[in-house]
């Protein structure tokens, strides 16, 4: 995927630069899907190595960085038997000697290295039978060092094993981006309206394009990898604009343009809290939007226990006010039945008519379902994937509601709201995992966002610990009495995966030691887990909701969603195996009601880094937001679920979070640019027109569905 400007030049087929040639052309295709000079010139370095500095081989311990060492090779030999022969050569200089070794390329590096010249050598040291050397360094003679240097820096291109063995490695790539650049046309195309690239103080396409490759500086290094960061950022979000313009100007939308008696008397005689201010603000710009004509696409944000239920219930009375349907769908039964049980009970002795449908709704009542939803003579739908599928024809949809949003693709959600015959529905995704500012804007550019950002009154803070085997005794002492105040427990195993036989193990294994310890006074568990059939499953749950048992022990089969406000513990054995997100999730089944909640964290002593980091900034904070941040820090963007099939380019230099500040500036640059001109008719704009033509014909249309 590329932004750079189409040219004759970058269109060149790769096997006519020299130093490339037609074999090496193939393996290029093959490996790096580099076919043209343009794809070469953005198969950027991955790092960029100051070569002014020389070790002394006596400085060198394990913990030294990638180092440069100038030195003369003394001995070649080779060790080993047949099958694992490696090749030593050793190093010295006026301090010590090291080994270098090899167990590839022995043949050609026996033919070419020569005992007794000078080499640089460059590679990380690690420690072997207490000794410290060098595996496969690169190497290179003194003598032919400088001319592959400019400035002090040098590039080093990421290469794959097979294109290596090929030959075909990082100085491979520097020489023929040597070639390349060097055949750059004088004047090249800009990818950026003038100005923008004046306002932003970019340095020119063509001057980021050489010091990417080939620095003179550390500086100038930094402002070309800016220039490029944000040429890559900005059309990423232009293209989510436009995404979005065409969506609020050209996709119709219903118009929900009465407050009806549904919503006046919910509103006045039924809602048995008051809304808090974020409800309340996020009310009304749904409102708005349901206004406008324009088909509303949203993201509702909100921490774990914020009240987005209520939020959607409201909205949905709107669209049924105005003689439409509304439907909310759930991720699992067991929370599509929580929503059905709640919002009948809320909606008690009203005139709206209410089903839910799921997996397991027997196909009587679900022919009756179907027909009603198609006569119009149903009003409110809840259920699970099953609303998805092609029997179930709406008769006027409205709005859809889609709960618990992560779990659902892309596709899903289209084939939702594809449901409603003529005009678009309404959508509003709610998610509890509260995604950053960077990654929502990166992921989800296009939507409208709404953000529950205040818990309603009287919640307490869920206290956070973090424990281990040696507590375990204390631990369960402490349950005990919690219990005997008449509270309720979860303890949460990791998922059972049908593979993991040993988490299976250990959820029953634990399971029988809970029971075990709880006999005395006859506290009664449940067990829930992904083997077991979705009847035995909600019949345990069944158990639990209603107090009949005591504590639960399950998988993350409970993640999502469940609320039994008077369960106020969660235990979460082998805590350090767990996301970020997934922990936070997790706590927040409890603290949904009057009680003091708490959360203990079960680990091994033996933590990684990341793993008591994560651990810690649960203890430390309840804020999801907080949370996500720190997620998104640990873990990288690309980890992060959805960032793949975003259906926009990938992001080549740009690394969020850290780029954070240039994903905004690009934003922001992008969004003036279509507020002055929307069409991108002016002159001065067409490069962004031509750009993004280009990026549309290279991805096939993707841009509707997301
Ligand atoms: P989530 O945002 O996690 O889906 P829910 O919608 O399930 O949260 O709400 C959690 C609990 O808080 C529910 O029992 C709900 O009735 C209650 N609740 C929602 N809004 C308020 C409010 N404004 N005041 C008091 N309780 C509220
Ligand atoms: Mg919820």
């Known amino acids: 995927m590329s932004y750079l400007p189409a040219s004759v030049f970058f269109n060149q087929d790769v096997k006519y630069l020299k130093g490339a040639g037609p074999q090496r052309a193939e393996l290029l295709q093959s490996e790096y899907g580099i076919k043209t000079y343009g794809d070469l010139i953005l198969h950027f370095p991955y790092r960029w190595v100051d070569r002014s500095r020389f070790y002394k081989i006596n400085e060198l311990t394990e913990e030294a960085p990638f180092v440069q060492l100038r030195g003369k090779i003394k001995t070649i030999s080779t060790a080993g038997d047949k099958r694992a022969t490696r090749l030593i050569a050793t190093l010295s200089d006026d301090t010590g000697s090291i080994d270098l070794v090899w167990f590839q390329q022995i043949k050609y590096l026996r033919e070419t290295l020569k005992a007794g010249s000078d080499y640089v050598v460059f590679g990380k040291p690690t420690a072997f039978n207490g000794k410290i050397n060098l595996v496969h360094p690169d190497v290179e003679l003194l003598a032919t060092f400088n001319e592959t240097l400019s400035g002090n820096m040098q590039s080093m291109y990421p290469t794959t094993e097979k294109s290596k063995g090929r030959g075909l490695d990082s100085k491979a790539f520097w020489r023929m981006q040597k070639n390349l650049i060097a055949q750059l046309p004088p004047e090249l195309d800009e990818c950026l309206p003038t100005t923008i ?133 759930a991720p699992t039964e067991i929370l599509a039945q929580q929503h059905y049980t709640s919002i009948t009970a809320l909606l008690r002795n009203m005139p709206v008519s209410i089903a839910l449908l799921t997996g397991s709704t027997k196909s009587k009542e679900r022919k009756h379902i179907l027909e009603a939803l198609e006569n119009n003579d149903l009003n409110l739908i809840i259920g699970t994937h099953a609303l998805i599928e092609d029997q179930v024809v709406f008769a006027d949809l409205g709005l859809a509601v889609i709960d618990e949003q992560h779990r659902f693709g892309v596709q899903q959600r289209y084939k939702l709201w594809s449901k409603s015959k ?177 959360c203990i964290l079960m680990a091994d002593y033996k933590l990684s880094v990341d793993a008591r980091q994560r651990l810690q900034t649960m203890c430390n904070t309840n804020d999801g937001f907080v949370i996500s941040e720190v997620d998104l820090k640990l873990r990288g963007m690309g980890d992060i679920q959805g960032t793949q099939q975003s259906g926009n380019m990938s992001l080549r230099l740009a690394d969020l979070p850290k780029d954070k500040a240039i994903l905004e500036q690009a934003r922001q640059a992008a969004i003036n640019l279509l507020e002055t001109d929307a069409t991108l008719t002016q002159p001065e704009n067409k490069v962004v027109r031509n750009t993004l033509n280009n990026l549309a014909a290279q991805k096939g249309n993707w841009g509707k569905i997301s």
């Open 197 to 329: 690239i004046n306002q932003t103080k970019l340095i020119s396409l063509r001057q980021a394009l050489i010091q990417i490759h080939f620095p003179d500086d550390e500086r100038s290094l930094i402002t070309a990898r800016y220039r490029l960061k944000f040429d890559e950022l900005f059309y990423l979000q232009i293209q989510l604009l436009q995404q979005k313009l065409v969506r609020t100007h050209k996709s119709r939308g219903r118009v929900f343009s009465k407050v009806g008696d549904l919503f006046n008397t919910f509103y006045k005689q039924h809602l048995p809290f008051d809304l808090t201010q974020a409800q309340k603000r996020v009310l009304k710009e749904i409102r708005q939007n349901t206004l406008t004509g324009h088909q509303m696409n949203r993201l509702l944000q909100g921490d774990v226990g914020s009240g987005k239920t209520i939020v959607a219930l409201m909205c949905m009375l709107l669209c049924i006010d105005n003689g439409m349907q509304a439907c909310i769908m």
């Open 422 to 598: 003529t005009v678009l529905p309404h959508v509003l995704v709610m998610t509890a995992t509260p995604i950053p500012r960077t990654l929502a804007m990166t992921l989800y550019g296009d939507l409208d966002v709404s953000i529950i950002d205040e818990l309603p009154p009287g919640r307490q803070p869920i206290v956070t610990h973090l424990r281990f085997e040696n507590n375990r005794l204390r631990v369960f002492g402490f349950l005990k009495e919690e219990i005997k105040k008449g509270r309720q427990v979860y303890i949460v195993y990791p998922l059972i995966d049908e593979s993991e036989k040993m988490d299976y193990m250990n959820l029953m294994q634990g399971y029988e030691a809970v029971v075990q310890y709880f006999q005395q006074p006859e506290y009664k568990v449940s067990i829930v887990h992904g083997k077991m059939k979705p009847a035995d499953k909600d019949f345990e749950m069944q158990l639990f909701v209603s107090g009949k048992t005591q504590i639960m022990v399950a998988t993350t089969v409970i993640e999502v969603g469940v609320n039994v406000p008077n369960a106020s513990i969660m235990v979460i054995e082998s805590a350090q195996r767990f996301g970020l997100s997934q922990l936070h999730q997790l706590r927040g089944r409890v603290g949904r009601g009057a009680y003091q909640s708490y």
